[in-house]
């Protein structure tokens, strides 16, 4: 199993639509998890993390299942400006090392008109 | 601030070349990365420093040499460039521990390998 796994898309949706995206993770004593967002020959940066009561950020809600080992991330009311890749970004903290972030491939999303 | 900055933003090299890449941060971040991103792939970590004087390897250290002899700057050096090392390769930086503190990326190298 994969360390990150991800849907590549694309998510093509309409404005307006709802659309989520959900990210497994196969170690299970990870304990930090992060949505990047990636815009095409850009830079990441950060979106949110990830709590483990799920959390809230206006059109954004991230949502952590550690029983099932994934991560979602719902947008709604999507808008053209949200076309880009999410990265699911997942800190395995093996034995408290600190540079080992693991980044999965990407999903990407497109908002038509 | 200017955040972090990378230079240059391309360069393309011939097998066997070697160049410097340089990243630099204003935000007085202790912490500082270097990634490659690969088409379609996730980003890998490279190098990574904790503080000046002090750097690590991340999961792909092979054919590159960090250093970090101030807290602004960490440098990437390729030796003896190849084609495999053709990728975008991003600098980064956090305050503190990655666990919980944001990673902030410079805009990116895009390397070509001839």
């Known amino acids: 199993r994969k360390e990150v796994e991800q849907d590549p898309g694309p998510f093509n949706v309409p404005e307006g639509a709802t659309v989520a995206f959900n990210c497994t993770y196969s170690?299970?004593?990870?304990?930090?998890f992060f949505w990047y967002r990636q815009d095409c020959r850009k830079e990441p940066k950060l979106l949110m993390s990830v709590y483990s009561s799920g959390n809230e950020d206006g059109r954004f809600t991230a949502q952590l299942n550690r029983a099932s080992q994934y991560i979602s991330l719902l947008i709604r009311d999507s808008k053209l400006s949200d076309s880009a890749t999410y990265l699911c970004?997942?800190?395995?903290?093996?034995?408290?090392?600190?540079?080992?972030?693991?980044f999965g491939k990407g999903t990407k999303l497109s908002v038509k008109p | 601030n200017a955040g972090v900055t990378q230079t240059p933003k391309f360069r393309i090299l011939k097998i066997g070349q070697s160049m410097t890449l340089q990243c630099a941060q204003d935000?007085?971040?202790?912490?500082m990365y270097w990634y490659r991103q690969d088409p379609g792939m996730g980003l890998k970590l490279i190098y990574y420093s904790v503080g000046a004087g002090i750097t690590d390897k991340g999961e792909v250290p092979n054919g590159y040499n960090v250093s970090r002899s101030t807290t602004e700057d960490f440098p990437l050096r390729l030796e003896l460039a190849a084609p495999s090392q053709t990728s975008v390769y991003f600098c980064?930086?956090?305050?503190?521990?990655?666990?919980?503190?944001?990673?902030?990326f410079g805009p990116g190298t895009r390397l070509t390998v001839l």
């Open positions: 980064a930086s956090s305050y503190g521990s990655l666990n919980t503190d944001t990673q902030y």
């Open positions: 170690n299970s004593a990870s304990q930090s």
């Open positions: 970004v997942v800190n395995p903290d093996y034995g408290g090392s600190q540079g080992n972030l693991i």
């Open positions: 935000m007085n971040h202790n912490y």
